[in-house]
């Protein structure tokens, strides 16, 4: 099947095609392989330098698996990952090693990410040691302070742990741990789901602004559409290990072609009484990644599936400047 990417451009900082991540099931007294979870199932797309590209879908689509793949934090199974043109699905980890400077990521627990035995400082200054940055201590002691006042931290804090910060300071502290050796890519997984929804607009706004000062690119991972709109420049939507639909924030939010997306739209709440949207309620759960449907992953769910979505698998293909889906229907009003 062909897939709908653009050709490795200097435009581009990361691009992905046909990725696929298989986890095997081993089973037997030989521990055979069995069966595979199927996590990501060839999904393609490309990150463009300086944008924030939101990745939603629900829980088990294998958003995670595809951010954590694109960081080399876990193995691809097939496919290819590029970053600045380099393809880097294959470097050994000591060539890899210069790569993982400049792509660092954001845990979605700010409970489990951090270290509870080490400082603040001393986290935040880890990588600093481990890529042998800012030289003396004393040179690392003021690069952590200015990370924590950049994170809007008091940098006289860093002598405190984990367990003295709230949750949403916590996820500063990652945060300043991820930008402390100066990534151009930042893998922000879930970052703010952990969090009461008064912090989250906190965390959401500081990612924005440290995206504007220091240029970032980044890849936001969410299940919460109306975070992911506020963020976001372009979004992709994930189901069962495969991307449905791929457009700009405001083009994908205004008017989206895919049923599934169409379904998670009608889910968000609105602050206006007034709007009478229609509420979409997929049917049943999400199939298991071992044994997915034939044909198109979402036909089960699909209130306009028809025979032909059992064994024809969709193109992600473009139907709009910019915006692509997967669904061979192009007949569905409301979805053209």
């Not at 996820?171 to 009461?196: C, M, N, T, W, Y």
């Not at 069962?240 to 997306?261: I, N, Q």
Request: charged content about 25%; glycine content about 6%.
């Amino acid at each position: 099947m062909s897939v709908a990417v653009p050709e490795t451009t200097t435009a581009n900082l990361v691009e992905v095609k046909n990725l696929k991540k298989w986890f095997p099931i081993r089973g037997g007294i030989l521990s055979r392989v069995v069966a595979n979870v199927k996590a990501v199932n060839g999904v393609s797309f490309a990150v463009k330098k300086g944008e924030v590209l939101g990745l939603v879908g629900e829980s088990g689509s294998g958003k995670t698996t595809v951010g954590r793949t694109i960081l080399r934090l876990i193995e691809p199974t097939e496919g290819r990952i590029y970053f600045e043109g380099q393809d880097i699905t294959h470097l050994p980890k000591n060539q890899l090693r210069a790569y993982r400077r400049k792509m660092q990521i954001i845990f979605q627990d700010p409970f489990a990410s951090l270290n509870p035995r080490m400082t603040v400082g001393d986290i935040i200054a880890e990588p600093l040691v481990i890529h042998n940055l800012e030289g003396s201590a004393a040179a690392r002691y003021d690069r952590v302070a200015e990370l924590l006042e950049l994170v809007g931290l008091n940098p006289s804090h860093v002598r405190r742990y984990p367990h003295e910060f709230s949750g949403g300071q916590r996820q500063r502290i990652g945060i300043a741990r991820a930008l402390a050796v100066r990534p151009e890519f930042i893998v922000a997984d879930e970052p703010v789901s952990a969090l009461d929804v008064s912090i989250q607009a906190q965390v959401v706004n500081l990612l924005q602004d440290l995206k504007e000062r220091l240029g970032l690119t980044i890849l936001f991972i969410a299940h919460d559409l109306a975070v992911v709109e506020y963020i976001s420049d372009r979004v992709a939507v994930m189901y069962l290990g495969k991307v449905m639909e791929l457009a700009p924030s405001r083009d994908l939010y205004l008017k989206p072609r895919h049923p599934y997306t169409e379904a998670l739209l009608s889910a968000i709440p609105t602050p206006d009484p007034t709007i009478k949207r229609e509420r979409i309620v997929l049917q049943g759960d999400i199939p298991s990644p071992i044994n997915p449907p034939s044909g198109c992953v979402f036909r089960t769910r699909c209130r306009y599936a028809i025979a032909d979505c059992a064994h024809i698998e969709p193109e992600l293909k473009e139907v709009a400047p910019g915006h692509f889906k997967a669904c061979i229907r192009d007949d569905i009003p409301g979805l053209r």
